[in-house]
């Protein structure tokens, strides 16, 4: 097993110390490999050395232009940081780079959800739940999407495959809540609503949506 493996091993159980220590053992055997360089900057990234970190992705790319590895994790980076523009430039060199991962995707359409441009993000969510079709925040953030874009029935397909995968996905009743009530669909809209709240009773959004229902009731009975 090489260093960046045993490097790997150590990420994985969280044993940040050990990870650096087989990291940098692997860039001083080999100065010239990408790799080391990217899963270095990885644990700085992990124990909050970001600007350090983002050198080390950055000695990565001018090693391996190529590495596409090192764009995705500078996004993180520039991500966390709310750096948007800056993130979805990354993401976006990492897919044409060839990184065609469901990770790459989601984090490019996040990038242009924060950047107010949902209608452009839909293509990249799309194929991330295409790629990887248990991952419900990414069903979750594609429901989003087609809503913000007023595809009300598309965003409830999409929306109820996130509760399939997550039943405790409040955000995701509440938003099948709005869904249905665009569509006065009361009934359901009510069952969503309280659902959220089930699963998060300081649901304000929920609460506030099932009062109205509610209300809209007491009105049309009297």
Same mark, same amino acid.
């Given at each position: 097993?090489?260093?960046?493996?045993?490097?790997?091993?150590?990420?994985?159980?969280?044993?940040?110390?050990?990870?650096?220590?087989?990291?940098?053992?692997?860039?001083?055997?080999?100065?010239?490999?990408?790799?080391?360089?990217?899963?270095?900057?990885?644990?700085?990234?992990?124990?909050?050395?970001?600007?350090?970190?983002?050198?080390?992705?950055?000695?990565?790319?001018?090693?391996?232009?190529?590495?596409?590895?090192?764009?995705?994790?500078?996004?993180?980076? =520039? +991500?966390?940081?709310?750096?948007?523009?800056?993130? $979805?430039?990354?993401? *976006?060199? &990492? #897919?044409?780079?060839?990184?065609?991962?469901?990770?790459?995707?989601?984090?490019?359409?996040?990038?242009?959800?924060?950047?107010?441009?949902?209608?452009?993000?839909?293509?990249?969510?799309?194929?991330?739940?295409?790629?990887?079709?248990?991952?419900?925040?990414?069903?979750?953030?594609?429901?989003?999407?087609?809503?913000?874009?007023?595809?009300?029935?598309?965003?409830?397909?999409?929306?109820?495959?996130?509760?399939?995968?997550?039943?405790?996905?409040?955000?995701? =009743? +509440?938003?099948?809540?709005?869904?249905?009530?665009? $569509?006065?669909?009361? *009934?359901? &809209? #009510?069952?969503?609503?309280?659902?959220?709240?089930?699963?998060?009773?300081?649901?304000?959004?929920?609460?506030?949506?099932?009062?109205?229902?509610?209300?809209?009731?007491?009105?049309?009975?009297?």
């Amino acid at each position: 097993m090489d260093k960046n493996q045993i490097g790997i091993k150590y990420m994985q159980e969280g044993k940040w110390e050990e990870a650096a220590k087989a990291f940098m053992e692997a860039i001083e055997e080999s100065p010239n490999e990408a790799i080391s360089y990217i899963n270095f900057g990885n644990v700085l990234t992990a124990v909050g050395e970001t600007k350090k970190a983002l050198d080390f992705f950055q000695k990565a790319i001018t090693l391996d232009e190529n590495a596409a590895a090192a764009y995705y994790s500078a996004g993180n980076l =520039f +991500y966390e940081n709310e750096q948007f523009q800056q993130a $979805k430039n990354m993401f *976006e060199t &990492a #897919l044409k780079k060839g990184l065609e991962s469901a990770d790459n995707f989601f984090m490019l359409g996040m990038s242009l959800v924060a950047l107010e441009q949902p209608r452009l993000a839909l293509p990249y969510f799309q194929r991330c739940t295409e790629l990887n079709g248990e991952d419900a925040e990414a069903f979750f953030q594609y429901g989003l999407c087609l809503a913000n874009q007023e595809y009300i029935d598309e965003a409830i397909v999409q929306l109820e495959k996130c509760i399939s995968i997550d039943s405790h996905h409040a955000d995701a =009743f +509440y938003n099948l809540g709005v869904a249905y009530g665009y $569509k006065e669909d009361g *009934e359901k &809209a #009510l069952q969503m609503f309280e659902k959220a709240l089930q699963v998060q009773p300081d649901h304000l959004l929920a609460g506030h949506g099932k009062k109205l229902i509610e209300m809209g009731t007491e009105d049309t009975e009297s």
